[in-house]
Each structure stands twice: as C-alpha cells, then as structure tokens.
C-alpha cells in the first residue's frame, strides 16, 4: 500500500494545466455536458454504464462504470453507489455549509468526482496522465473547462472527498483562490460535523511547535504558489489562520469574508495579511494564544467564543 507523505493528514493539488491536459479536460466536460443534455434540470439519481472510452486515452481509463448525478456534482466511479450512502448526502450537506459559513455563492458549474475503485488504479492513472506530480491519496484540478477531483475508494475517502470537495466549491465562487487559505479551508471542512471543530492531533502539534520557539507567519505562507512546496507544517498553519479568522472575535471573521467576497468578483485584491495588520490582527502573539487555546478543544467540540 502506498502511503500519503503527509502522514495523518490529507494532501490535496492544486495546478495549472497544460494546453494538453486543458484538452483532455475539455473532451471530459464536453462528454458530460451530453451526458447531462438529456437529464432534466432537477435530475438526480444513480446508474450504472457502460465502460467508456477515455478521452485522453490513457493507459488507464477514467472510471465510468457507474455514475451519480446530482444537481451540483457528478461521481464518476467503478463501485457501485446509490442515494442511500452516506457520502452523497454529505457532498450535499457540505457545499452548503462551506457556502454558508463564507457567505458564498456557489457555482452552478459542477463538481466533477473521479472515483477509482482501489489505489493501484488511481496511481497508475495519474502517473500515466501527469507524470510529474508527486503522489498524493487524493487531487483537485480547477480550470475555465472543469471542476475536478480525482481519488479512489479507501479507508479515508471520507475526508480525502471532503477536503477535495471544498476546493471544487471554492474555485466555483471565486475568481482566485490563493493557495493558503485554499488549502486552510480545505483543512477546515474536511473533518465531518459542524465546521469548526477542532483537529486535535493538529493543534497539539502547533501548540508543541510554539512552546519550541516557532512562530506563525501568514505573509510567508502567502508567498507559496505551488502546492508541490507546501509541507504538513504549512497545511496545519493554514488551517489554524482559517479556524483562527472564523473564530476568534467578529472583527478578524468580517475581514475574511469582505476579502473572499473580493476574490468572488476580481482576481489579485490587496495581501489579506495587510488588512489584518492594519486591524491590529496579524498580531503573533495574538494568533499563538488563539491556538494554543485549542490545544484544550477536542474533535467535535465546539469552536472557542466567537464563532
């Protein structure tokens, strides 16, 4: 069994396509919108296929077998789901709550999920058709043509389709989605139960990182680009800028939310990180109580005052 560098914790992509890979998605999206073309606008149901061809003609085709439509996402899979599996309602459940909790509207577009039924087929699949990318359990490609994520049924497809899901809500409502805080939220709703809750092995790794001298740094995060260079402590940071400015106190979740409601409407708005300092918010020490408080939380907790 292969295993996720990150350890405990799930990674996620985020990249640019290439001119080739943005074909093969636009031969994807156009094989959906036919699909979807005879369906009704309310259509919601499951049922199986045929195996198609893959567009791109990989070596490893695309899972088709068996497909789930509903308004605001399709799955796309070789195992068999209906209506009464629990991660159905959950993508449902979860879109809207990420929609609500950032006061977004979300896309119309849908949420593509490719849904491999074991690893190997994932693997191989994505070694085929981008070889250059690092192994990760689960992927998130957002383009002008396709919202996608591709993973594969496993002990933790729960939380890998979660925190994919979220990037697929994210880039449907904005317009950019910096790569900190798309991976902070991914972080934030990928633990099932109302959002906030605490991640408890992550805030004790940060509280123990504290103690040992580390301190946070949100304009150093601001400044990764590329998903392939963040590290577990970046993910867990992230996630604790996001906890922190949805929770600690109105003020820091209002800055958050005016500045994504920018980013909903028009790319490169002004360094969250400055808005904060002039709030008086961006503070270390400040951000370092914040988390060293949620040290005390456990999973499924509620947040701390303020939420």
């Not at 994807?28 to 061809?53: D, E, H, I, N």
């Not at 994505?126 to 690092?134: A, F, N, S, V």
């Not at 409502?173 to 910096?178: G, I, T």
Request: overall charge neutral.
């Amino acid at each position: 069994m292969l295993q996720s560098i990150r350890g405990t914790c799930c990674l996620s992509g985020r990249v640019q396509l290439s001119r080739a890979d943005a074909a093969r998605a636009i031969a994807r999206r156009r094989f959906f919108q036919s699909m979807l073309a005879g369906l009704t606008a309310a259509a919601v149901g499951c049922k199986s296929r045929g195996q198609r061809p893959d567009p791109a003609e990989n070596a490893v085709a695309l899972p088709g077998r068996h497909s789930v439509v509903a308004d605001h996402f399709v799955i796309m899979c070789d195992v068999q789901l209906d209506w009464t599996n629990p991660l159905i309602a959950e993508l449902n459940e979860l879109r809207n709550d990420v929609a609500e909790s950032l006061q977004l509207v979300p896309s119309s577009q849908p949420v593509v999920v490719y849904l491999f039924s074991d690893e190997r087929r994932f693997t191989d699949y994505m070694r085929t058709t981008w070889p250059d990318l690092p192994y990760r359990r689960a992927w998130f490609f957002g383009n002008p043509y396709e919202l996608a994520v591709y993973t594969f049924w496993g002990d933790r497809v729960q939380e890998d389709l979660r925190h994919e899901f979220t990037h697929g809500v994210l880039h449907g409502a904005l317009k950019e989605v910096p790569l900190w805080i798309d991976e902070g939220l991914a972080e934030y709703f990928e633990i099932n139960g109302r959002p906030g809750v605490v991640r408890p092995a992550t805030s004790k790794h940060l509280s123990n990182a504290l103690a040992n001298g580390w301190r946070p740094n949100m304009e150093r995060l601001e400044r990764i680009t590329d998903v392939r260079k963040m590290s577990q402590s970046d993910y867990e940071e992230s996630w604790a800028w996001a906890h922190y400015l949805l929770h600690s106190g109105t003020e820091s979740k209002v800055i958050l939310l005016s500045w994504l409601q920018e980013l909903a409407t028009r790319a490169n708005p002004e360094l969250l990180s400055n808005r904060l300092k002039r709030e008086g918010l961006a503070s270390p020490d400040r951000f370092a109580s914040y988390v060293a408080g949620l040290n005390t939380f456990g999973i499924g907790s509620p947040p701390p005052v303020g939420a």
